[in-house]
């Protein structure tokens, strides 16, 4: 079933939610971050202030039997007990002119008598920009899960904000590329082992560990038998690691389980570039009641102001008046208006990543 976009479609928040799902069901499952690990929630103000849970690290004190029952330090959470995120914006038009329109008209349209009918083409066009829509929230999550750093630029691409989530990162030494002396099997399982400060636990097969096929692929030419080696230079004859072997390796060390995210994107210069770099493990813990890591919040336009464009202010790469925040879809026919007959579409959004508890994640560089 086909999108159905008016002249000025505002979605409301399960709008914009059921949309943003049909185009992942065409099937788009190369967005793993959005389908796993920060999925789109509606929120009704660009800026988000969450309150983190207490880690349950603490214990309670000591007391007299008659005395006075001491004050609760209230939250033990060492990364801050209030953190507030701030949303990026987001948007991009395309204009059809009459010679666009000549080739996709049906042969009955009325375009003549002031209507033209572009239902299917329009349809088509708002499925692809909320393609990009999604791939740009796909791109901004990884690079905040693996940086710990989210930045948003104006339409100029000038810097406006950074921001830094307290994401934790490791890197191997040696490199995994060392295929002799490094010791990946022994580095996850230091992780689990020392990363014990909070209540997350990286013990066990609901960890995740999110890697690219050319990452895994290294971490399976190992040949230290101190540590993976051992699972095939042991081996009667030319045994190799695939993805069933390793994660049975990392099961027999009570570890996690491997997840390929081989997604790629076009960046600004048109090179296709993948969402999860060469070398980085996203290492995912488990907490009780955080079966994601967190959401991306999508702010709902019905909270903010806003106009349909008119011709005399729709450029929307130059912040038209009557824009307003939120997430956004826009249309102009102006075949009954104009001597030069054209269509104009918009969309946009502001959002950001929400991450309530960043000591979830752990960002490790294996070369």
């Known amino acids: 079933m086909e999108p159905n976009f008016g002249q000025c479609f505002i979605p409301n928040s399960t709008t914009i939610v059921t949309a943003a799902a049909l185009v992942m069901m065409k099937p788009y499952t190369e967005f793993c971050a959005i389908n796993n690990i920060l999925p789109p929630k509606v929120v009704d103000t660009d800026v988000v202030t969450v309150r983190t849970e207490d880690s ?14 001491p004050v609760s330090d209230s939250v033990f959470n060492i990364y801050g007990t209030e953190c507030s995120f701030h949303s990026g914006a987001f948007g991009e038009s395309k204009q059809f002119h009459s010679s666009n329109f000549r080739r996709l008209a049906d042969p009955d349209s009325a375009c003549r008598q002031g209507v033209f009918d572009s239902t299917k083409y329009m349809a088509g066009e708002a499925a692809r920009m ?7 929230m796909e791109y901004t999550i990884w690079a905040v899960l693996l940086t710990g750093i989210y930045n948003t630029y104006d339409s100029f691409n000038n810097l406006v904000r950074r921001q830094y989530y307290p994401i934790r990162r490791v890197i191997a030494n040696p490199f995994i590329t060392d295929v002799k002396n490094s010791r990946p099997l022994n580095l996850f399982n230091y992780i689990a082992a020392y990363f014990t400060e909070t209540d997350v636990s990286f013990w066990g097969s609901k960890v995740e560990y999110w890697v690219n096929s050319v990452t895994l692929l290294k971490i399976m030419e190992n040949q230290n038998p101190a540590d993976l080696g051992k699972f095939t230079l042991s081996a009667a004859c030319c045994d190799v690691l695939g993805m069933k072997q390793i994660n049975s390796a990392f099961a027999s060390r009570n570890l996690g389980t491997f997840h390929v995210c081989d997604s790629k994107y076009l960046n600004n210069a048109g090179v296709s570039t993948k969402f999860l770099k060469d070398g980085y493990v996203l290492v995912k813990g488990v907490l009780p009641g955080y079966e994601k890591g967190g959401y991306f919040a999508l702010v709902n336009p019905s909270t903010t102001t806003f106009g349909c464009f008119q011709k005399s202010n729709s450029n929307i790469l130059g912040g038209q008046r009557g824009l307003g925040g939120g997430v956004w879809f826009k249309k102009i026919d102006t075949c009954a208006i104009s001597l030069n007959p054209h269509m104009e579409m918009g969309i946009g959004f502001d959002g950001m990543p929400v991450i309530p508890r960043p000591d979830i994640f752990i960002s490790v560089r294996l070369f």
């Open 56 to 69: 349950v690290r603490g214990m309670i004190k000591t007391r007299t039997t008659a005395g006075l029952i």
């Open 130 to 136: 909320f393609y990009r829509t999604l791939v740009r």
